[in-house]
């Protein structure tokens, strides 16, 4: 199997339940970087904690907007940089929310985290390494989105 393969049939799994994953995802995310969560503010009011904040409508509703991307990207694997553009501005508006370019490291290993978690021994290294490399071509277009 190609990488590109890999990729697809990995995900075709973990779509299944896209939110379930997502809140995994997102959940290894705050052990991993609790102050993320104040980043999340919905009409002006802070969450107080995570759980309230992974509970919340609007936080689950941002869940499946990660997961839309990372479905388009999974979708466009053979012509990324057709997001090029979408993914820059992402990156902006992630810049001017408040979010640090440095915490898309850590939101990297959440979401290998997640798709180990949901995909135990189909996990192997080779998909391992094809997700590494497909989230830092994700990640690399929405940096540009930092510069300036
Ligand atoms: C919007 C925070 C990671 C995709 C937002 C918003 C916040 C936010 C505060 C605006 C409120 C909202 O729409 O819910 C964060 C933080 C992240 C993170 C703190 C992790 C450090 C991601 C990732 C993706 C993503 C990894 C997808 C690859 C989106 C999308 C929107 C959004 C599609 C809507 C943008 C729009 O309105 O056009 N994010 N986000 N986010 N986020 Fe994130």
Known sequence: ETQKDLIRDSWHIVSQDQLHHGTVLFTRLFQLEPELVFLFHYNSSEFSDVQECLSSAEFTEHI????????????????????????????RKHRAVGVKLESFKTVGESLLYALELGLG????????????????????????????
């Open 121 to 148: 021994d189909a996990f192997t290294p080779d998909t391992r390494e094809a997700w590494s490399q497909l989230y830092a071509t994700v990640v690399r277009s929405m940096s540009r989105g930092w510069r300036r």
């Open 64 to 91: 499946r907007k990660v997961m839309t991307v990372i479905d388009a990207a999974v979708g466009s694997v053979d012509s990324l940089s057709s997001l090029d553009e979408y993914l820059t501005g992402l990156g």
